[in-house]
Each structure stands twice: as C-alpha cells, then as structure tokens.
C-alpha cells in the first residue's frame, strides 16, 4: 500500500523560511516524477514545482523562482521543498504527489496524494 506523509508546515512571518518533506513508502520512488502543490482556501489547487526522477530536471511556477528549492533524496525516499523569503500570498496547505510520466505544474496525471501540510505567512 503506497502512503505519503508531508511535514515541516508551520506558521512564520514574512521574509522567514521553512522546509518541507514529503516522505513515500510502498512505492518505487525513484522510477516516480514528484511534485509540489498547493490550495489556499477558497482557491484551486496549484503546482508549485516538479522534479524528474534523479533531480536532473526542476521546474518552479513562476511566483516562487529563486525563493523556492525542490530537491529529493531517493535513498530516503523523501521529497523536500526549501521555501526561502516567505510571502503571506504563499500560505496554502502544501500537497506532494507522484506523476509515472512526466514532470508538471497541472495536476492532471498526478497519483499518490499526501494530505497535506499548512503553511501560514504572516506579513
């Protein structure tokens, strides 16, 4: 059974810094494209970035270029996102999930769900 579990959430103030994790189990990790997404309240659900299976490839939607980090450490079987410089327009719940084909900011093809974590900037 696949189970994928994100943490490091929290609530800051702009400008600070978190580190998410997105830990797999019951599934192959590595033969998997990850991605980060997130949903406001009241908003769709939006990518926020992909990483191909070893890390070679990253993409970031543009809002968060050169603040955000994406990285994975198949060992581990873990997926992180860095966040640096913290925006309130960046409070969501933060959601990882895994695409067999291809790397993506549309959430169309994407499987294995966590359920989340929040994260709240406040300005």
């Known amino acids: 059974q696949v189970r994928v579990e994100e943490s490091g959430g929290g609530s800051v103030q702009a400008g600070e810094s978190l580190r998410l994790s997105c830990t797999a189990s019951?599934?192959?990790?590595?033969?998997?494209?990850s991605g980060w997404f997130r949903q406001a309240p009241g908003e769709e659900r939006e990518g926020v970035s992909c990483?191909?299976?070893?890390?070679?490839?990253?993409y970031y939607r543009r809002s968060v270029e050169g603040r955000f980090t994406i990285s994975r450490d198949n060992a581990k079987n873990t997926l992180y996102l860095q966040m640096d410089n913290l925006r309130p327009d960046d409070s969501a719940t933060y959601y990882c999930?895994?695409?067999?084909?291809?790397?993506?900011?549309?959430?169309?093809?994407?499987?294995?769900w966590g359920q989340g974590t929040q994260v709240a900037v406040s300005s």
């Open positions: 999930a895994a695409h067999i084909g291809s790397c993506s900011l549309d959430r169309t093809g994407f499987e294995y």
């Open positions: 019951g599934m192959r990790f590595d033969g998997y494209y």
């Open positions: 990483t191909s299976e070893y890390g070679s490839a990253k």
